[in-house]
Nanobody
Framework: QVQLAESGGGLVQPGGSLKLSCAAS????????MGWFRQTPGKEREFVTA????????YYADSVKGRFAISRGNVKNTVDLQMNDLKPEDTAIYYC????????????????WGQGTQVTVST
């Protein structure tokens, strides 16, 4: 079992930056690929980014490439999402995801989800 807890959401102006963090409660963090998804009302959950257990493979949705960066700390059991040059269309609830296989994270069929954190990009 893995419990995921996101933090760092909030209100930011367009063009601004925000960093989300996800803390995983597990003794075997290095066996899990991690990722981030987002969802807005009335829409399906959307893949944002994923990272393999050793950070050797990283994937981004086209909509965030060059603006967002995922990283993980295998000592502190955390995965971060640095979001730069934020746009109003980035407004969503952001969810942390975990699974033993990065392909399952990318497909959104991973075993574990966090509760989500709200990100609002607005003036």
């Amino acid at each position: 079992q893995v419990q995921l807890a996101e933090s760092g959401g909030g209100l930011v102006q367009p063009g601004g930056s925000l960093k989300l963090s996800c803390a995983a409660s597990t003794r075997t963090f290095t066996t899990y690929a991690m990722g981030w998804f987002r969802q807005t009302p009335g829409k399906e959950r959307e893949f944002v980014t994923a990272i393999s257990w050793n950070s050797g493979n990283i994937y981004y949705a086209d909509s965030v490439k060059g603006r967002f960066a995922i990283s993980r700390g295998n000592v502190k059991n955390t995965v971060d999402l640095q979001m730069n040059d934020l746009k109003p269309e980035d407004t969503a609830i952001y969810y942390c995801a975990a699974d033993e296989k990065v392909a399952r994270v990318r497909a959104g069929v991973n075993d574990y989800w966090g509760q989500g954190t709200q990100v609002t990009v607005s003036t």
